[in-house]
């Protein structure tokens, strides 16, 4: 087992992060940078909210459980149980239509992550911080077919994970967006992506099985998600115009 420290060292790699950031400004679709960038900024974050993890009521239970979501979540048959209107079902129609899949984000996840696939708990708080990636986009309703959509959505997990490499892509997107036209449109949906995390539960402590099983709008209610307004109102004013970063989807 690697040592602990090697999960909770704090340094950060300013210089790996803007070479990344710039490579990723430079092709959007080029996901394996945000990974980098998350390596360069985000050192003992898992550290930090796997203990959060651990002090919340349920928290202990899912810890000891350690299921690792990538298995789960790429289970065809396990997904096909879930009735409509459902989160499970939002999530299943996702992957449908998008066809992105959760092991497909880990393969490139595991081109930056290789060396911490391993048995220690702040690792697999961040391989489960990567797998529900996706039932974020649902419950947030930010798209990821569209990088305005990953934007808000990776400005919504720097406000629920604080993770420092997810605020600085999308600060670094919010102010590329501004150079565009309406782009104070995407600045707003941006800023709308970090309000609604900052109100929102803490979602790292929900029981993902029994979350999928829920009624998507019920999910909603209970954990506070607000209706994107803002992002909404961004993709009709500036339909043709992206910010020039994505986050992982």
């Not at 993902?208 to 506070?224: C, G, H, S, V």
Request: with cysteine; net charge neutral.
């Amino acid at each position: 087992m690697a040592a602990a420290t090697e999960f909770a060292n704090a340094k950060r790699d300013w210089r790996g992060a803007f070479r990344a950031v710039n490579a990723l400004l430079a092709d959007p679709s080029d996901t394996v940078q945000v990974f980098r960038v998350m390596a360069a900024l985000n050192a003992g974050t898992s550290e930090r909210n796997y203990r959060r993890l651990l002090a919340t009521p349920q928290g202990g239970r899912i810890a000891y459980a350690r299921i690792e979501l990538v298995e789960t979540l790429t289970d065809k048959a396990w997904l096909a149980q879930f009735a409509p209107a459902t989160v499970g079902a939002a999530y299943r129609a996702f992957l449908e239509r998008t066809g992105f899949s959760a092991d497909g984000l880990a393969d490139v996840s595991a081109q930056v992550h290789s060396e911490r696939a391993v048995e220690h708990p702040y690792a697999w708080f961040g391989r489960r911080e990567r797998d529900i990636h996706d039932i974020w986009h649902v419950l947030t309703g930010y798209a990821a077919e569209d990088p305005l959509g990953e934007l808000c959505l990776v400005a919504f997990s720097y406000a629920q994970t604080k993770g420092l490499g997810w605020g600085f892509i999308a600060l670094i997107g919010a102010l590329k967006g501004l150079r565009e036209p309406r782009g104070i449109e995407v600045a707003r949906a941006v800023w709308e992506g970090y309000r609604h995390g900052r109100k929102a539960h803490w979602l790292h402590n929900e029981d993902i099985e029994a979350l999928l099983a829920e009624p998507l709008d019920a999910a909603r209610t209970r954990l506070e998600i607000a209706r994107p307004v803002r992002y909404e109102r961004a993709r009709q004013a500036v339909p043709d115009t992206a910010p020039p970063v994505a986050a992982p989807a």
